[in-house]
């Protein structure tokens, strides 16, 4: 029997289909029936759990923009006249730092303040010597009405990068946790996987509320980002398996765009109100904590038990989406979905393919690095937005939780157009949204303006981001997608732990971080329409397929302009036969 052999195609070209993949039961299950709704209401909690570890560690180490060296003998003064006494004007490196002040921020005058108070002066002499802060740090918490972490500990000044290095051990540790529970995902399974994630996850962010120093801050935080991403990634995958292949741009945008937009950008405003750095990072884990009844509200992953011969298991869960859905499945369409799977598992066991073989065809290995660069420029332009908010606005909770909000519209016209525009166009327009509004932005003045540009350059790459989450499962062969997968995504920890350092480029000069994204934007948009279109496509199932996909498509191929069913069929690669 072959996969060519699997469509049944008569005169008038239509198709009578056979159970053939696992996509092909859900018709008669239900592709978005009760079961699936029910499972995209379950991504919730989890999505909160995916933005408060992606976004948490911001707010717990923000600093307001404005602060001083502490004088006690000066307790007594207002805050102009301890400035005015005490701190000298800002120097020329001082100036080019982020939310730069007009005195300095990390020096105080090296004299008796107590001799000087009694003399009667109020006002510094520029001739005093200079030293580093002695005392610490007084911070104006106007706009920033709480104390972090970072403040409470005077992670600034020669200590700034601190909160930095905190957030890159957290996903350096992701790189950790994406080869644990990846292992766990392959041989105990999804759910598994999904409730030990996530219970590493809420008690590592309890134990964050009780570091009372930096190391233990960073131990906290290693343990912490081994649960992120796939405290989420595991569910929303498992969820998108279950679901049509007509309905998984839907449900996987919308999701995304729902779930994630209304959760990051109600944390600026639970930290804001909570305005306890402690307390927060509590909250924070409260998501997580629906992983420990996940073994009895998540199903098990058919196509799991597919893959490692559990074929009784797989019909059980097949059946019970079938009573969920209210849908009659004759027993003839079961007897030939086992036989299916215990053909899909005997081939699956005869082949032992490795995330190299990707490299060992080259249009394969082509594809392969694209997708990895793509992924990695996408998440290096994202975190380096998402830090670089502050420096656009006082207002850092507003200005947040506006950009999170581009989540949503992102989702939304990803819905609409994703199918009838193709991934190739639309990443393209995208990122060259981004970056025009990346450059746009330099040259508006702060405030209002800034914001809305910045929140219209993040608006774009939000929208490129969901694509890069679709695009390689599209792209790589099946015989390796989960391999490859998992190697995108381990390498775009990597972009999470260089993003953040983006911001810093301002010490250099303050337009230069906006530039970078900007640039890095259209080389990202450019890049994109030198990789294939899978819209119309018939997906990669053996290395050769990966290799050959996309080798009819022209350049100038948009889907939504060769619309003619001709056209399109020219361009759809023929899946090669399998013998089972």
Not at 141 to 170: H, M, N
Not at 350 to 369: C, G
Request: with cysteine; glycine share 8%; hydrophobic share 45%.
């Amino acid at each position: 029997m072959t996969l060519s052999e699997g469509t049944r195609r008569t005169e008038e070209g239509k198709t009578a289909k056979k159970i053939e993949t696992f996509d092909d039961i859900l018709p008669y299950i239900g592709g978005a029936g009760r079961y699936q709704w029910y499972l995209f209401v379950l991504l919730l909690p989890f999505a909160f759990g995916y933005a408060f570890l992606y976004f948490g560690h911001f707010f717990l180490v923000l600093t307001p923009n404005e602060y001083w060296c502490t004088v006690p003998e000066l307790d007594d003064l207002t805050i102009d006249q301890r400035i005015a006494l005490s701190i000298p004007p800002a120097t020329a490196d001082e100036l080019k730092s982020e939310g730069a002040t007009s005195y300095s921020r990390c020096q105080m005058y090296d004299v008796n303040y107590t001799e000087i108070l009694a003399s009667g002066v109020n006002i510094s002499d520029p001739t005093w010597p200079i030293t580093a802060c002695r005392n610490g740090w007084t911070f104006d918490y106007t706009t920033i009405p709480y104390v972090s972490i970072a403040a409470e500990l005077g992670w600034v000044c020669e200590k700034e990068y601190y909160s930095s290095v905190a957030q890159s051990i957290f996903f350096i540790g992701s790189i950790l946790g994406g080869f644990i529970f990846g292992y766990i995902a392959d041989h105990y399974g999804r759910v598994p996987a999904l409730v030990a994630c996530n219970a590493v996850g809420f008690f590592a962010s309890i134990g964050t509320a009780f570091c009372n120093n930096y190391w233990t801050f960073c131990l906290s935080r290693f343990i912490l980002g081994t649960a992120f991403d796939n405290c989420f990634n595991l569910i929303f995958i498992l969820v998108i398996e279950y679901v049509g292949p007509e309905h998984r741009t839907f449900m996987a945008n919308m999701s995304f765009g729902i779930y994630f937009a209304g959760s990051a950008s109600l944390l600026p405003w639970f930290a804001y109100y909570i305005a306890d750095w402690r307390t927060l990072s509590l909250l924070t884990a409260t998501p997580m904590a629906i992983a420990f009844i996940g073994p009895w509200i998540v199903p098990e992953s058919a196509r799991w038990y597919i893959s490692t011969g559990n074929i009784p298991k797989a019909v059980e869960m097949v059946k019970k989406f079938e009573k969920v859905n209210k849908k009659t499945v004759s027993k003839e369409i079961y007897e030939e979905f086992e036989q299916s799977c215990n053909a899909a598992a005997k081939l699956e066991g005869s082949q032992n393919y490795t995330v190299l073989d990707l490299f060992k065809k080259f249009r394969l290995a082509y594809i392969t690095v694209m997708l990895v660069i793509y992924w990695l420029l996408i998440l290096i332009v994202y975190d380096g937005h998402v830090w670089n908010m502050k420096s656009l606005d006082p207002d850092v909770f507003t200005s947040f939780s506006l950009g999170a909000l581009t989540e949503l519209p992102a989702a939304i016209l990803l819905t609409l157009f994703l199918d009838k525009w193709g991934r190739r166009w639309m990443g393209f327009i995208s990122m060259m949204i981004c970056g025009v509004f990346s450059f746009i932005t330099l040259f508006m003045p702060s405030g209002a303006a800034t914001v809305t540009t910045g929140i219209i350059a993040r608006f774009g790459v939000n929208i490129a981001g969901n694509i890069g989450f679709q695009y390689a499962a599209e792209m790589l062969p099946t015989v390796v997608r989960g391999q490859g997968v998992s190697l995108i995504h381990i390498v775009g920890y990597i972009a999470h732990i260089i993003g953040p350092y983006v911001v810093y480029l301002s010490d250099v000069a303050a337009s230069l971080p906006l530039i970078v994204l900007g640039l890095l934007s259209v080389i990202v948009a450019v890049q994109a329409l030198f990789m294939p279109e899978t819209l119309g496509q018939d997906l990669p199932q053996t290395l050769e397929d990966g290799n050959n996909f996309g080798r009819e498509q022209r350049f100038w191929w948009i889907p939504c302009i060769s619309s003619s069913h001709e056209k399109k069929k020219e361009f759809r690669q023929t899946v090669s036969s399998i013998t089972s």
